[in-house]
């Protein structure tokens, strides 16, 4: 990732098997992205998929030179696949994004107006979050443990709906965690950090990617990467 941006905004999008959701997101993305007076670039990372994703966004490259592609070789995660989208980014300011239209395009622009205050961090919280009760729940809790883990306080850490400034997203490069989850990791870092609600939808095409193992798995990587405690307790 070089020093010096040539872009105002890069946006990531996460893709894992996610051919249904693609047309739609891009026209959205498209529509909410001409309006601003900003120059961007749409980075998708295909995160291993088997579905029809890579053709399609082999397709939409070659049509939108602004549509860019990092494919990975098989599946790493979520935030592994976000991570790679930072490495290749070129933005002043990074936003992040869900591929499934959970997180509306349309709110980009209030994340842009709130870091244009000064922020380091402006995440969005899920006002009225179309997900199953299951994972409210858990997400409330985590939420609070992570607030005191990384020592900033969120009401919501699991949204993705997220802008980072372009030395923040440097630094979180240089920790080398590719693992790690990004929200967190960018507030520990981060001098000042703003959350702002946003909207959510429920899922537009296909099914969540999280199975209960793998939600487990990736909140257990969270703890473990910000506190001793978790290895304390087994010594
Ligand atoms: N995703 C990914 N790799 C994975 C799992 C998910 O890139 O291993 C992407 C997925 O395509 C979507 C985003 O991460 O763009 C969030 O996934 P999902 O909507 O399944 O999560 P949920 O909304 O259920 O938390
Ligand atoms: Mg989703």
Known sequence: MP???SLDISVIVPVFNEEENLPELLR???LVMEKQDKTYELIFVDDGSSDGSVKLLKDLMLKIPRVKLVKLSR????HAAIFAGFSQSQGEAVITL??????PPEEIPKLIHKMAEGYDVVGGYREYRQDSILRKIPSWFVARITSRLVKVKLKDYGCML???KRAIVLEMLESGGSQTYIPA??????GSVAEI????EARHKGESK???LRLLHLNFDLMTSFSLLPIQLVG
């Not at 599946?75 to 979520?78: A, H, K, S």
């Not at 990791?185 to 981060?190: G, P, S, W």
């Not at 609600?197 to 959510?200: A, G, L, R, S, T």
């Open 28 to 30: 959205r993305l498209n």
């Open 98 to 103: 869900d591929a499934d239209l959970q997180n």
């Open 210 to 212: 999280y199975s209960l």
């Open 3 to 5: 020093d010096n941006p």
């Open 162 to 164: 997220r802008a980072y």
């Open 75 to 78: 599946n790493f995660g979520q």
């Open 185 to 190: 990791l960018a507030n520990y870092i981060a």
């Open 197 to 200: 609600p946003v909207k959510h």
